[in-house]
C-alpha cells in the first residue's frame, strides 16, 4: 500500500486533516489566524536550516516556529507596537532570511516551489509515520488542555478566576501550532498551511451549533478537501497544496449555500 | 458573623500598571455570609480591586490571602466571537463539570431555564446577564465575584436579581462581593460598604458610608449622569450637601 506514492501523500493528508480540525478551530474562535501565517512563514527557514545541517525537515521547522511563536508571546508583552505589525515583521523577516539562507546554500537544488506550496511526490514512509507520530501526540495533549484552553478562548477573565491556568494552556496551544505547522509543511507548503486550519473551520461554523460539533465538522470538512485536491492534483498534474486549498474552498462556498437556505443561524 | 470562616483578605494591596497605580492601600476582608458591595466612580478601580481577589491580577504592593476553595465570577463585559457557536448548556460547562440537574437548577433559579438549548448569540442583554449568573452559581462557590450584575437589565429584572442575589448568599452561605450602582440595594442588603476611589475613601455599614463625609464629596464634586443618580438617592436625606454639589 504504501508503494503507491499516492497512496502515500493520501494516508499523509488525511493524518494531517484530522489534527488541524480542532486546532483550525481555536485559531479561528481566537482570532489568530494571522499568527498562524507568521508561524508557516517562519517555516521556510526551518526548511532551510533543516537542508544546510541536515537534519529533519519537520523537527526543524518544529523548533524554528516554536520559537518564533514563544518569541512572539513575549514580544507582545513588551513592545508597544501593535499586534498585527508585530506579526508581519516578524512573518516577513523570517521569510526573508530563509529565502536569502536559499541562495547561500546553491550546491543543494532546492524545489521552492515545493517548499512553498508543497508535494506529494515528496511523501515519504517516513514522513507518514512523523504525521500520525506527531498528529497523535498533539491531539493528546489537546485533548488534555482541552478544558483549559477552550475555557480561556471563551474568556480570559472567567478562565483566570475559575482556576483554569489560561496562561499555561496558551503557551502550550502555541507550541501544538508549530507542531502542526512542522508535520504539514512537506504536504502542503509554508505559504498555504494556514488556508488548512482556517477554511474547513469556517465550513464547520455554519454548519454547527455547538463547539463540539464544529470541530467534529472541520475535521470531516478537512478530511474531504485533503481526498478532493490529492485526486484533482493526481488528474490535472496540479500542485497537491494548492489543490487541496482550492476544494476545501469550494467546500466552503457550497456551505454558505446550504447556510443561507436553512437560515438556521443568521448572524 | 465574625465567627464565620474568612474566604479572602487584601491587605494594603495594589496594582501599578503604565506607570501609575491602578488601586493603592486595599485592605478588605470577606467573610462566608457576607456580601460586601464595592462603589464608586467610574475608573476607581473597582474591577481591579476585584480581579486582585481572584487572581486575574498579581498584586505589586501588599498581600493578597485566602481560603476561597472556589471562586465564580460574573465579569462586567463579556464578548463571546461569533465564529464560536455556542449554547447556553455549552457555556455553563466551560470552568466545570456539572450534570444536567445541576445545570438547570440554576438556570431555574435565575429564570431562564427555557433557554437551555439556545445559542449565547441569540440572547438578549438581560438574558445573557441572567445566564451569567446562574453559570457562575452552578458550581456552587464559596466565594462569588458579580461585576455590575444588573447591566441590561430592567427596572423590574433588576429588583428580582438583587433579591436573587441576597437568596443565593443565603443558600449558598457563601461570600459575596458585588460591584454596584445601586445604592437602594446597598442600603438594603448589604454588610458592609467600600467607597473607592482609587484608595479605600471610607468603609463601613450602609447607612454610615452614606452619612460620611468622604462619600459625599466623592459623589459631590463628579457631574456625571450616574452620579448625579447617587446625589439624588441620597439627597432626601442628606440635605446639608447642597453647598457641595452647588
Known amino acids: ?267 | 458573623m465574625d465567627q464565620n470562616k474568612l474566604l479572602v483578605k487584601l491587605e494594603n494591596a495594589g496594582v501599578y500598571r503604565s506607570s501609575k497605580w491602578l488601586v493603592r492601600g486595599i485592605s478588605l476582608e470577606i467573610n462566608q455570609g457576607q456580601i460586601v458591595t464595592l462603589i464608586g466612580p467610574n475608573g476607581s478601580g473597582k474591577t481591579t480591586t476585584a480581579k486582585m481577589i481572584l487572581n486575574i491580577l498579581n498584586t505589586d504592593e501588599g498581600l493578597v490571602t485566602g481560603n476561597a476553595n472556589k471562586m465564580a465570577y460574573v465579569p462586567q463585559k463579556i464578548n463571546i466571537d461569533w465564529t464560536m457557536p455556542l449554547r447556553v448548556i455549552d457555556f455553563m460547562k466551560i470552568t466545570s463539570s456539572l450534570n444536567n440537574t445541576q445545570i438547570t437548577e440554576s438556570l431555574v433559579m435565575t429564570g431562564v431555564d427555557k433557554l437551555l438549548y439556545n445559542q449565547i448569540h441569540s440572547l438578549s442583554g438581560g438574558e445573557f446577564q441572567r445566564v451569567l449568573i446562574a453559570r457562575a452559581i452552578a458550581k456552587k462557590p464559596d466565594l462569588l465575584v458579580l461585576d455590575e450584575p444588573v447591566q441590561g437589565v430592567d427596572f423590574n429584572g433588576e429588583i428580582a436579581l438583587y433579591n436573587l442575589i441576597k437568596e443565593i448568599s443565603v443558600n449558598l452561605n457563601c461570600g459575596i462581593l458585588l460591584i454596584s450602582h445601586d445604592m437602594h440595594f446597598v442600603m438594603s442588603t448589604t454588610d458592609h460598604v467600600i467607597c473607592l476611589n482609587g484608595h479605600i475613601c471610607c468603609s463601613g455599614s450602609p447607612s454610615n458610608v452614606v452619612k460620611n463625609p468622604e462619600y459625599i464629596k466623592l459623589f459631590g464634586e463628579h457631574n456625571s449622569e450616574t452620579l448625579s443618580y447617587y446625589q439624588h438617592q441620597h439627597d432626601h436625606s442628606h440635605n446639608h450637601d447642597g453647598s457641595i454639589s452647588k
Not at chain 1, 22 to 43: E, K, M, N, Q
Not at chain 1, 152 to 162: F, K, M, P, Q
Not at chain 1, 235 to 258: H, Q, R, Y
Open chain 1, 1 to 267: 500500500m504504501f508503494d503507491d506514492f499516492f497512496m502515500r501523500a493520501l494516508i499523509a493528508g488525511i493524518g494531517i486533516a484530522i489534527v488541524t480540525g480542532p486546532l483550525g478551530c481555536l485559531v479561528i474562535w481566537r482570532r489568530l489566524s494571522y499568527f498562524g501565517d507568521t508561524l508557516s512563514h517562519s517555516a521556510l527557514l526551518g526548511v532551510t536550516l533543516a537542508y544546510a545541517f541536515s537534519i529533519n525537515i519537520s523537527l526543524s521547522v518544529f523548533i524554528i516556529s516554536g520559537t518564533v511563536a514563544l518569541l512572539l508571546l513575549s514580544l507582545q508583552k513588551r513592545t508597544k507596537l501593535a499586534g498585527d505589525s508585530l506579526l508581519g515583521l516578524l512573518a516577513h523577516s523570517t521569510l526573508a532570511i530563509g529565502l536569502v539562507l536559499i541562495g547561500f546554500l546553491s550546491s543543494i537544488r532546492f524545489d521552492l516551489m515545493g517548499l512553498l506550496f508543497g508535494d506529494i511526490l515528496a511523501v515519504t514512509v517516513e514522513d507518514i509515520f512523523i504525521v500520525w507520530f506527531g498528529g497523535l501526540i498533539i491531539l493528546g495533549i489537546l485533548f488534555y488542555i482541552w478544558k483549559s484552553i477552550f475555557a480561556a478562548t471563551v474568556n480570559y477573565d472567567l478562565a483566570a478566576a475559575e482556576g483554569m491556568k489560561p496562561d499555561l494552556s496558551n503557551f502550550i496551544f502555541t507550541l501544538l501550532l508549530a507542531g502542526v505547522i512542522a508535520i504539514s509543511i512537506k504536504m502542503i507548503g509554508a505559504l498555504l498551511i494556514t488556508g488548512l486550519l482556517l477554511i474547513p473551520a469556517a465550513t464547520a461554523r455554519s454548519l454547527s451549533s455547538n463547539p463540539r460539533q464544529m470541530v467534529i465538522i472541520s475535521i470531516l470538512v478537512g478530511i474531504i478537501s485533503v481526498i478532493l485536491g490529492l485526486f484533482s492534483s493526481l488528474e490535472l498534474n496540479t500542485a497537491s497544496g494548492p489543490s487541496i486549498i482550492v476544494a476545501a474552498l469550494v467546500l466552503f462556498i457550497l456551505s454558505l449555500i446550504s447556510f443561507k437556505r436553512s437560515g438556521a443561524l443568521q448572524k
